[in-house]
């Protein structure tokens, strides 16, 4: 079992529609958890990072942590086609730019 | 330019050769990673800067992976007899010091090995 699970894919939703994508991981010291977005050729960047549990919103997203159910959460309220991309959920023990682990991704794709 | 260079872009060599890949990291950036990504997966720790120094090498799969940073700038992962399996993307990213919470990446260096 890997360390941190993250839901298949790919996702297609139509624009407009709310997105739900998942982690799940089974190191308990994680502390730092980050979704990165990744563009089709080109390297992650850093969407969302929140510190041990709770929530955080910024814009149309929102990160979730449930860190009893060692669970976390990306929500994209009113999805654009330019939202299309790989989501990468990402976590740490040390720090947030430390040594991170990686869910293998999913695609996201929203249709016009 | 502002952001994390990778060169090359792309690199195809022969199972067996040696193979380079440089990162010039965010000027100021103390902290350098190296990762790995494999297509359909996520990135993998390779290993980690902090300075001149390793602050981590956990990552590097085994010894004929090789990364040094000599000035505490530009770094250079250095593969030796290099096998198919080792055939991916390679990303560099950097960050400030103190814990931002963001690594800043590069586009990547796509390795492939025939």
């Known amino acids: 079992q890997k360390e941190v699970e993250q839901d298949p894919g790919p996702l297609s939703v139509p624009e407009g529609a709310i997105v739900s994508l998942n982690c799940t991981y089974s190191n308990s010291a994680f502390q730092y958890f980050m979704w990165y977005r990744q563009y089709s050729r080109k390297g992650p960047e850093l969407l969302m990072y929140?510190?041990?549990?709770g929530n955080k919103e910024d814009g149309r997203f929102t990160a979730q942590v449930d860190k009893s159910s060692k669970y976390i959460s990306l929500f994209i309220r009113d999805s654009q086609p330019s939202d299309s991309a790989t989501y990468l959920c990402?976590?740490?023990?040390?720090?947030?730019?430390?040594?991170?682990?990686f869910g293998k991704g999913i695609t996201l794709s929203v249709r016009p | 330019g502002a952001g994390v260079s990778q060169t090359p872009s792309n690199k195809v060599t022969e199972k067996g050769k040696y193979v380079e890949l440089r990162c010039d990291p965010i000027s100021g950036h103390t902290a350098l990673y190296w990762y790995r990504q494999s297509l359909g997966q996520g990135p993998e720790f390779l290993i980690y800067f902090q300075g001149t120094g390793a602050a981590d090498d956990s990552g590097l799969p085994n010894d004929r992976f090789f990364a040094v940073r000599p000035e505490g700038s530009v770094s250079t992962l250095k593969i030796q007899r290099t096998e198919r399996g080792d055939s991916a993307m390679y990303l560099c990213?950097?960050?400030?010091?103190?814990?931002?919470?963001?690594?800043?990446f590069g586009e990547g260096s796509r390795l492939t090995v025939l």
């Open positions: 990213a950097s960050s400030l010091q103190q814990n931002t919470g963001e690594l800043f």
């Open positions: 929140t510190y041990s549990s």
């Open positions: 990402a976590m740490s023990n040390t720090g947030a730019n430390s040594k991170l682990t």
